[in-house]
């Protein structure tokens, strides 16, 4: 394959700009991606509020990230296609191609010097300028990106068209809202000079994208669990309660927790100055905080943090108590099991025979759910054992053996009130089609 120089020239000037596009998409791309979680940074963020053009690009990041693929796959056609031959040319030009070698052999070290090119050029440069100067990249590349998109329109709502109607073939939801890049590759790309996250940070960071998904019901400590001083009992009664419980933080109520009037603080009685004896606790009593059932544990862990408190009553939409959220209940799900010297270390799921798990009755419904890889969920419940007596609408026996959907569920251990332990299996899907069939 030969070409006139003019021509030759030509095709090059020509190859140049399309790896100019490729380079420039590729740019516009990661620094989408950096800038999606400038939030981590107030320098970078107040820096990208200067640029309308930079906001405009981040509030539309999933219509961008579509346009800026379309791009880049057009680049990599056109280059491919140009750039081939013309190493061939060149190679043959350069008398660097043996007479011996086959059409085909000489066809295959031009792709793959043609590969090197691009990857170079049109991926690594631009995608390491991306990462280290973000908001200069995305001002210089808003342009041209904004102009493709207006001519990209059409073939795009085209394509998207196509997809969607193969994506039905296969019932797959075409309408979801994705940010086209993986949200874990979008972390690491806020990590520089490391290869790769700390185990405790990566598992923080995958928690917090998980607590979005999380509400006040499903940490919850249950209102059977819940000790509290009563104002219709006795002094005597209420610190021997007290004693007996080990807590810092009492509810203090009239009757029962559905009339909780504050909260003692177990500090507050001994820096009262008062003898124990005569100590009003409604004198001492601390204004109680109280959060919906239903509300977000990004929402609940800001009022906590906000009011500056430890502990608050969970209730329902009537106004009834159904529970109770500590701080530290919110920060586990970040974090993991907090323990201190007082708790005792108390395994709530953990495996027994060959295919059984075996789980307390006071296992978060959610991680026994994430155990067992279901989704497991239940109406103002939040533990494994609430979750079976509400489903079975009484509380099962010792010994008994129960199916709960996909669920084989043998009772080890209950109380007057509560389930303490069971033993579960998860059958399969067909088998559990077919029984309930």
């Known amino acids: 394959m030969t070409f006139e120089l003019h021509a030759l020239l030509l095709i090059l000037l020509l190859i140049l700009l399309l790896l100019g596009m490729n380079a420039l998409f ?84 031009s792709f793959l010097l043609a590969a090197c090119v691009h ?40 394509l998207s068209a196509i997809t969607s109607r193969i994506l039905r073939v ?21 990590v520089s000079g490391e290869e790769k996250l700390p185990p405790l940070a990566e598992t923080i960071l995958h928690n917090v994208l998980d607590l979005r998904k999380r509400i006040a019901q499903d940490i919850l400590i249950p209102r059977n669990q819940l000790q509290y001083l009563d104002l219709y009992d006795s002094l005597e009664t209420n610190l021997d309660l007290a004693r007996r419980a080990g807590h810092t933080r009492y509810p203090l109520c009239e009757g029962d927790l559905d009339h909780c009037v504050g909260l003692v603080h177990i500090k507050d009685l001994f820096r009262h100055g008062t003898a124990l004896a005569r100590i009003d606790l409604r004198k001492i009593r601390r204004e109680m905080l109280f959060i919906s059932v239903n509300d977000p544990l990004e929402t609940v862990l800001q009022r906590l943090l906000k009011q500056r408190r430890h502990f608050a009553l969970v209730v329902d939409e009537f106004g ?70 509400s489903e079975l609408g009484y509380l099962p026996q010792h010994g008994e053996v129960v199916t709960l959907g996909r669920l084989e569920i043998r009772i080890l251990e209950v109380s007057e009130r509560r389930i303490i332990s069971t033993a579960v299996k998860v059958r399969p899907a067909l088998e559990s089609e077919g029984g309930e069939g």
């Open 26 to 109: 590729v740019a516009a791309e990661f620094s989408l991606v950096k800038l999606r979680f400038s939030r981590f940074n107030a320098g970078m963020v107040e820096e990208t509020r200067r640029h309308r053009r930079i906001e405009r690009m981040l509030n539309a990041m999933g219509t961008y990230l579509k346009v800026i693929r379309f791009g880049v796959t057009l680049c990599t056609v056109g280059i491919g296609f140009l750039l081939v031959p013309v190493m061939l040319a060149l190679l043959g030009r350069l008398g660097w191609l043996p007479e011996t070698w086959e059409f085909r052999t000489a066809l295959a070290v």
């Open 119 to 158: 990857f170079i050029l049109g991926e690594l440069v631009p995608r390491s300028m991306a990462l280290q100067f973000p908001v200069r990249t995305l001002a210089f590349a808003s342009w041209p990106v904004g102009a493709f998109r207006v001519v990209a329109a059409p073939p795009i709502a085209l």
């Open 170 to 190: 296969f019932r797959i939801e075409s309408r979801v809202d994705l940010n086209l890049v993986d949200v874990e590759a979008q972390i690491h790309s806020l």
């Open 320 to 389: 009834g108590t159904v529970g109770a959220i500590t701080l530290e209940n919110v920060l586990e799900e970040l974090v993991g099991d907090i323990q201190d010297e007082f708790d005792k270390d108390e395994v709530l799921i953990r495996r027994g025979e060959v295919g059984e798990l075996l789980v307390a009755g006071l296992a978060p419904l959610h991680d026994v759910g994430d155990a067992l890889g279901l989704e497991l969920t239940g109406e103002n419940v939040s533990t494994f054992g609430g979750f079976i007596t």
